[in-house]
């Protein structure tokens, strides 16, 4: 179907080679670039927080002292807690993978605000630096929680983290704007809300938390800011104010923080599934709703992150009952997604490993929050490894083997190449198998009581410590050699077709990597998304 | 971007819009999601006012009644008066009534200098009584959590403040562009859009004012 002359025009105007030179980068307004700059900054920013992942593991390795004083490890963790999730994981699908498909998905040339969109990029972009930069001015220890009154007393550089923290979610409000505008104002003719690909419903959803819970923590962070600056005592008890007000306001917004990481990569796996089993995806109208489900839900549970701060007894008999009922929803999509493979002709595929590893691992980590719901449970589970373990099940394991599903899943619309697919394969069984055995270990150590973010431990638990120290660095084996053969995929894979996985979206009708403006000509929408076999 | 496309009228929208109505639209729902993530901005302030409150009434009723309120009605009305002026202005631009735009503009800005000039004296008074924010509270009183009022007090205003500054800054902006007779029946998204913002700013003085003033 390409003659010489379409490739050669592909080759010619596509969104990499449209205009050249690093200026042309850094003032673009076109969404792909954009998301390709996220890209790029979220991963070295992952590069950071990871080196602090083996840094606190290293560490670890022994009870006592193994190579840094108990201070530096307790910086250690701050920045790794604080760099995962307010700079990688919570940007990282939306800010990222988003930006660039979802105007495609959507049949549009860009987003509804391109630049609001690049001024997100770099607001985002100081209030990350600005919290690494600390790094060299006055180190902060309050972990990624910032409760008071600690975090009021400790010294260091804390305001700047606060600012970075409030900066980013700035972007993050303005992003999510800019996405529900354009959901709502640019589809494509014909592509009704009923066939919206559920990448989208599922980024629509977080787009909302982001916009309803951010204000909260941006508020609270300025607060916090003020309490430090001029003592204004609401979260302070010596002041007359209340420090578990802190706990909820925080957790008002990180509960729901917790859905902005997990939803869109939900969303990648709704994508990845039927496509790899061609089939159509299972209950489109109920995996849709299950998303909005989640979405109001965690609205309502934050108090399950309180049980043991001294909230009345009715309060945590509410809050564990309703964030039991988050089980329901995600049931739901777990059922969808194994139902979608049920007899599908399954192929495996890189993207598709991932997705399987994120069935399992998404699964552990589910199944583990209802053991922290039930309350008699959670209070000997509270601030333990079994907490520690449960979240990076979810977050780690489900929004990160997501990302790279998504990541390999899109990689030939990107980069216009295909990867390696017998590396990439390797990379998922290395990253899969590190995952577990850094975690699996931590729920033992969690039920046997040890506490999280201590620098020593009792000498019967070094075993198991040393076990999830093995796989953290496997982990980071798994991830370098996944990165390198992107890389080097980006030179010598082969070139990629239209559209090599045979998907009904609308980002495969064009070509890779896709024109400056995306379409040749405006796509018009006559079938649903995982209609494979009419 | 350089890849607009020319309507009939003199506006350019840009090139992933179909025309000026639909890329008019966009921006208004954009600027209302704007808004509804202020209120939820404003809101931890607004749980924080009613928990101490309801646990401490008796010493919120004494803090009220240290507030000026006489001042805080004069600047509601102040800033009702620059809303109306503000709609007045809007109502001009999409006439194409370049000259009136400009002076009501001109009035709204006029009336939110008037009402910080007010919001100076205020505060240059509460400084001077020692009524500060907690930590550094030194105002003879009788309940101890008297001073976590003023902690909330400031906080409130001190944010609605900073969003009058802005919304200057916003106004000012579009009364330059509107001396260069940019706006008319085809195209006044900008003021349009300054206007609800400026609405939004006023209405949360209106809950702010009888919450913090008029406790009695
Ligand atoms: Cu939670």
């Known amino acids: 179907m390409y003659s010489d002359t379409t490739a050669d025009q592909e080759e010619k105007n596509n969104y990499l080679n449209h205009s050249k030179g690093i200026k042309s980068w850094l003032t673009s307004l076109d969404h792909k670039r954009i998301g390709v700059m996220y890209l790029f900054s979220i991963l070295i920013f992952f590069l950071v927080g990871g080196i602090f992942a083996l840094i606190v593991r290293t560490e670890l390795w022994g009870p006592t002292k193994t190579f840094i004083d108990a201070n530096t490890y307790n ?51 100081s209030g990350a630096l600005l919290a690494v930069v600390t790094l060299f001015v006055g180190r902060v220890d309050t972990g990624w929680t910032f409760y008071t009154p600690y975090s009021i007393r400790t010294g260091g550089a804390t305001i700047l983290v606060l600012a970075g923290a409030f900066l980013m979610g700035f972007a993050a409000i303005l992003t999510a704007l800019n996405f529900i505008v354009t959901v709502h104002k640019l589809r494509a003719p014909g592509l009704t809300w009923s066939k919206l690909p559920l990448f989208i419903w599922c980024l629509y959803a977080t787009n909302i938390i982001q916009m309803l819970a951010t204000p909260v923590i941006a508020l609270t962070l300025m607060l916090l800011t003020f309490e430090r600056l001029m003592g204004i005592g609401i979260f302070d008890a010596t002041l007359g104010g209340d420090p578990v007000l802190f706990q909820h306001f925080f957790w008002f917004y990180s509960h729901p923080a917790v859905y902005i990481m997990i939803l869109p990569a939900m969303g990648i796996i709704n994508e990845v599934i039927p496509v790899f089993s061609r089939k159509t995806i299972f209950g489109y ?27 009345s007894e009715t309060a945590n008999f509410i809050f564990s009952l309703i964030t039991m009922f988050v089980a329901v929803p995600t049931g739901i999509k777990m059922f969808g997604w194994i139902a979608t493979m049920y007899q599908g002709s399954i192929r495996l595929d890189t993207p598709m490993l991932y997705a399987l590893s994120f069935l399992f691992v998404f699964l552990v980590g589910g199944l583990t929050g209802v053991f922290l719901a039930t309350l008699p449970l959670n209070v000997h589970l509270t601030d333990t490894y079994f907490v520690v373990a449960h979240f990076h099940y979810t977050m780690v394991g489900g929004a990160i083997m997501a990302f790279l599903a998504g990541l390999h899943y899109w990689y030939p619309k990107f980069v216009g190449k295909m990867y390696l697919e017998i590396p990439a394969r390797i990379g998922c069984v290395l990253t899969f198998v ?4 850094t975690f699996l270990p931590q729920f033992v150590m969690g039920i046997r009581g040890l506490p999280r973010r201590y620098y020593d431990y009792p000498p019967e638990f070094t075993q198991l410590n040393q076990v999830s120290t093995v796989g953290s660095f496997l982990i980071a084996f798994g991830l370098l050699w996944t990165f390198l053969f992107l890389i080097i995929s980006a030179y010598k894979g082969p070139k990629a077709p239209r559209n090599p996985w045979g998907a009904n979206t609308l980002e495969w009708q064009t070509s890779s990597p896709p024109y400056h403006e995306n379409f040749e000509t405006q796509p018009i929408v006559t079938k649903g998304p995982y209609d494979y076999h009419s | 971007m350089s890849h607009t496309q020319t309507t009939p009228g003199k506006h350019h929208f840009a090139h992933h819009f179909k025309d000026a109505h639909h890329e008019f639209d966009s921006c208004k729902v954009g600027m209302w999601l704007f808004l509804l993530q202020e209120v939820l901005f404003f809101a931890p302030l607004f749980v924080a006012y009613s928990l ?17 309120w006489k001042l805080g009605a004069f600047n509601t009305a102040v800033l009702i008066s620059s809303s109306f002026t503000m709609a007045l202005g809007v109502n001009a631009a999409q006439r ?17 200098i008037i009402f910080l000039i007010v919001k100076y004296f205020e ?3 509460k400084i001077h009584a020692g009524l500060l924010p907690a930590g550094m509270f030194s105002h003879p009183v009788q309940h101890d959590k008297t001073p976590i009022f003023f902690s909330i007090y400031f906080m409130m205003t001190g944010l609605h403040g900073i969003h009058v500054l802005i919304g200057i800054g916003l106004i000012f902006w579009i009364m330059m562009r509107a001396k260069n007779e940019e706006f008319g029946p085809e ?30």
Do not use: C
């Open chain 2, 187 to 216: 195209y006044f998204t900008p003021v349009e859009l300054v206007g609800l913002y400026w609405h939004f700013v006023d209405l949360v003085w209106i809950y702010l004012f009888p919450l913090l003033y008029l406790i009695r």
């Open chain 2, 96 to 112: 194409g009534l370049h000259r009136k735009t400009v002076k009501y503009l001109a009035l709204t800005i006029l009336f939110s």
């Open chain 1, 75 to 125: 910086q250690a963790f701050t920045y790794h807690g604080t760099i995962m999730t307010f700079m990688v994981i919570l940007p990282l699908i939306p800010s990222a993978i988003g930006n660039i498909i979802l105007p495609m998905q959507l049949g549009a040339k860009d987003v509804a605000f391109p630049r609001l969109n690049l001024i997100s990029y770099y607001v985002y972009m």
């Open chain 1, 434 to 437: 590190g995952f577990n055995v």
């Open chain 2, 52 to 68: 101490f409150r309801s646990t401490h009434p008796e010493a919120f009723l004494e803090a009220s009644h240290l507030l000026n």
């Open chain 1, 285 to 311: 109208g109920g995996m849709a709703v299950a998303v909005f489900g989640i979405a109001l839900v965690s609205f309502v549970v934050w108090g399950h992150h309180m049980f043991t701060s001294g909230q």
């Open chain 2, 123 to 125: 505060y240059t008074h």
